[in-house]
Each structure stands twice: as structure tokens, then as C-alpha cells.
């Protein structure tokens, strides 16, 4: 049987406890100082050109998109969250921007080479979903082209083309359909409406 004192002890143990929780959940609660991001964007280039690079035959041999969201961690380096295997011509991002993390950028492969997808260029959900998030984004294709999707200018800019990144070995350039440097957003609209892309 419990007498007094131990149930005092108990009551004691438990209000240490639940103070415990409380400080450590106001530890890790963001203040503005968490969100100051230190890492330059050519930074956040070369470290997505190099994780989609070990993306890409993957992508190829599976033959569904990659993507994954870059981000600083507390002490000012660059990592990513966990990958995630998408659809042929899809892959929903999804991340939990925790204490002590500044989502940077989003990356994504554009699987393997198919006649039926104009994927040398970003698509319009992809352009749009980085504005949406406020950051940029990094495309790979199956032509080895290294896209950034820039969500200031909100316009899509070749930073390499065919070749630059590991091709698909099924890949065949189309130069009927090849992909200028750069895009708007209408621009990117406007090839999806009208159907331009023929191979």
C-alpha cells in the first residue's frame, strides 16, 4: 500500500518531469535568429548539382523522379532530407521544418528518358511549387541538363546543358524540341497549353 510520503514523491517526480518537457520544448521553440540562413547560393548549387548526380542512375534504373529538400542545419552546414522515390513524372516533396533547420532549396530527377514527357525542362508544377514554398529549386533530367528553378525572378534558367550530369544511356536529343536557357512561368504555360514539344 502507498502511503503519504511516497505519493508525494511521485507527485514530485512527475512536476520534474513535466517541467523537464516544458524548458526543452521552449529550448527548441524557433526564434528569429533560427531562420537567418548562412550558406550563399552558389553554396546551395554545387551541393544540389552534387546530390543529383547520385541521383540520377537511380532515377534511370528505376525510372521514377527522386526528390528531397535541401536545407542549413544549425551549425551552418547543408544536408537533406530523407529522398523520396516519386512517380514516373512526379514526386511530391514533403519535409518537417524543425528547430534548428532553414529549407533551402528543393531537388528532384526527372526519371528516366521517354519520348512521352518533355522532361528536359522544369514543368510548371515545378516552377510553381518552388514560388509556393519561397525556394529555389534544382532539376536533373535523363539529358543530363542542371536546371534552377529561381522563385525571385520566378523563371526557370539552364545552368548546364545535355551532358553536364550523367545521361540516361537510352537518351536521344531531339533538336526539334530543345529546351532554350531560360523560362518564365507564362513561357513554361504556354508550352504546356499549346503541346510544342514534338519529337
Known sequence: MVDGRTTKLIFAACAIAWAAIVLRAVMNTKGP????????????QSFAREQLETLQIRSFADKVEYC???????DGDLETT????????SCELSYFDEPGMAPVASIHTH????????????????LESDIAEGIDGYIATPGGRFWRNDRVAREAVQICGAG?????PAYR??????????FTLPELRI???????VC
Open 68 to 74: 528531397s529538400v535541401i536545407f542549413e542545419n544549425a
Open 82 to 89: 530523407r529522398v523520396i522515390a516519386g512517380h514516373e513524372a
Open 33 to 44: 535568429e533560427d531562420f537567418v540562413i548562412t550558406v550563399t547560393q552558389s553554396e546551395v
Open 191 to 197: 508550352r504546356r497549353d499549346e503541346g510544342t514539344f
Open 111 to 126: 526519371g528516366a528518358y521517354d519520348l512521352r514527357y518533355d522532361s528536359e525542362r522544369p514543368s510548371v508544377l515545378d
Open 173 to 182: 536529343p531531339c533538336p526539334a524540341s530543345a529546351p532554350p536557357e531560360r
Open 164 to 168: 553536364c550530369l550523367t545521361q540516361d
